[in-house]
């Protein structure tokens, strides 16, 4: 029986709500004091009014303050669904006063993509962006990749955190208590990020030749995109734009570090040996070196680099892109339909595949493939083996762990719809007249978080496409349930008991 929502259910999500927007608010100081050092008043003042906007509206539903603020599964799962719908909203405002978007719905596209870490982008005259603006995109996917309700919870707590932590598409809990999981996950990502753009600053200063300030620009916003495997780049062409192999070898470091669940991480601060027993790794890896051995011999069936160094260099890096869900090309869209055949049927796969999960990449994710092979395995010794043979059903994850028929069937559920999410999408396009290979690859992109593109995605896009792209990369990054729950509570609201 369906019991509809009181009025305390719904005070609850807006105080939960209202917490994560003050954590937006803040994150807008960033850009604005970049904007104020280069005495841009133009996105200054969009950005104070995104910030007041942000702050006035969190601290009036604070003042509804409920009794009890244990928040339960469903009121966790519909917080987080309304948060990746309201966060967009509120980071769409520096981005469509800006003039580089023809209508705000493309600005909240964007905003969509940056938030979700996917990187498909409808922004004009992207060269000539304001540096504030470009700061605000990455740190957009930097704050989606972390977890905007993680950030939340790191600051204010509360009651029912793990409903919220699990709402986001994170299952892994590193430490017993999430709060404790939230600062880890966030002290690595720090970690990271000395790392990276220092690295970044360094190649770009002394390899690519930049003043130490446009090497910081460029260090930082290309930082947060590779880390939480984003793909916005402050530039049109891409990673194209550097033309150095060093700047590409650091940015796979970083791609490859985002992609990888953060129990990943503390594994390998434990010793590789640690990681490389547990499935999910072994599933990674083997599905990367099969989808970059198809892209190979894809590249090499078109004669499209005459070189095995460009073949190999071009060849691993998109795929190494697909596969993290960054979306960073060296290559352009037009050049990338033309990989065709085998080579795009690799790179679409990498794609469709995803990194690991409770990680930033989208996707399948490879711990779902990795026992959804083991669960069809099962049953193909069930047939072949003698009847009452017992077959172990262990596997290893960090430790050992049982496969239980209901875990092997909600991978499958959930491997399922992610398949009928990128048929959707590709239906769509079809439907507008995009070929088969072209609609099947961008829609895979959007709803994987990839934000890899041959030309599809463009500002002239027809308004329904768009659409249904923006809910696929909505519905990608939360992985089905959260949705599912916001749908749930809205009908349940409206039916009554």
Do not use: C
Request: proline share 3%.
């Amino acid at each position: 029986m369906l019991i509809r929502p009181q009025a305390s259910d719904l005070k609850l999500i807006s105080f939960q709500l209202g917490r994560v927007l003050y954590v937006v608010g803040i994150a807008g100081v960033i850009p604005l004091i970049w904007a104020l050092a280069d005495r841009d008043w133009h996105s200054a003042s969009s950005f104070i009014f995104m910030i007041g906007l942000a702050l006035a509206i969190a601290a009036s539903v604070e003042r509804f303050r409920p009794r009890d603020e244990h928040a339960g599964w469903h009121h966790g799962m519909v917080t987080v669904a309304l948060v990746w719908l309201a966060v967009p909203a509120l980071g769409a405002i520096p981005l469509a006063l800006s003039r580089h978007y023809g209508r705000v719905l493309d600005a909240y596209f964007d905003a969509m993509s940056g938030v979700t870490t996917t990187g498909l982008a409808l922004i004009q005259d992207l060269d000539h962006l304001a540096p504030s603006i470009n700061v605000w995109r990455s740190a957009l996917q930097f704050l989606g990749g972390q977890g905007i309700v993680l950030a939340a919870l790191m600051f204010f707590g509360g009651g029912g955190v793990l409903a919220l932590y699990h709402g986001e598409a994170r299952d892994e809990r590193i430490f017993p208590s999430v709060g404790s999981t939230a600062r880890f996950i966030w002290s690595v990502s720090l970690f990271h990020a000395a790392f990276g753009i220092t690295a970044l600053w360094v190649v770009g200063s002394f390899v690519l030749g930049f003043d130490p300030f446009r090497s910081l620009f460029h260090a930082i916003t290309i930082f947060m995109s590779a880390f939480d495997t984003g793909g916005f780049a402050p530039m049109s062409t891409s990673i194209g734009y550097y033309h150095s192999i060093t700047y590409e070898a650091v940015i796979g470091v970083l791609m490859v570090a985002g992609a990888l669940s953060f129990g990943a991480h503390y594994a390998l601060w434990r010793g590789p040996r640690n990681l490389l027993r547990n499935l999910e790794a072994r599933a990674i890896l083997i599905t990367f070196a099969g989808t970059l051995l198809i892209a190979f011999v894809g590249l090499a069936a078109t004669g499209l680099y005459t070189d095995s160094f460009s073949l190999a260099r071009q060849g691993l890096f998109q795929i190494l892109s697909a596969h993290t869900g960054t979306g960073f090309a060296t290559v352009q869209p037009t050049d990338l339909v033309l990989w065709s055949g085998l080579a795009f049927g690799g790179i679409t796969l990498a794609m469709s595949f995803g990194g690991m999960g409770s990680s930033t990449a989208g996707g399948v994710k490879a711990l779902r493939i990795g026992l959804t092979v083991r669960s069809l395995w099962n049953l193909i010794k069930e047939a072949l083996l003698p009847e009452g043979t017992v077959i172990s059903e262990r596997y290893w994850q960090s430790t050992a762990k049982v496969m239980r028929p209901e875990l092997a069937q909600s991978v499958m559920t959930i491997s399922l719809l992610y398949v009928g999410l990128y048929m959707l999408g590709a239906a769509v396009g079809i439907a507008y007249g995009v070929p088969l290979q072209q609609a099947m690859f961008e829609s895979v992109s959007a709803a994987a978080n990839v934000g890899l593109s041959v030309g599809v995605v463009d500002p002239g896009m027809p308004v329904l496409l768009e659409v249904v792209y923006l809910l696929q990369m909505w519905i990608g990054r939360l992985e089905f349930v959260a949705v599912f729950a916001l749908i749930g509570f809205a009908v349940t609201w409206v039916i009554g008991e």
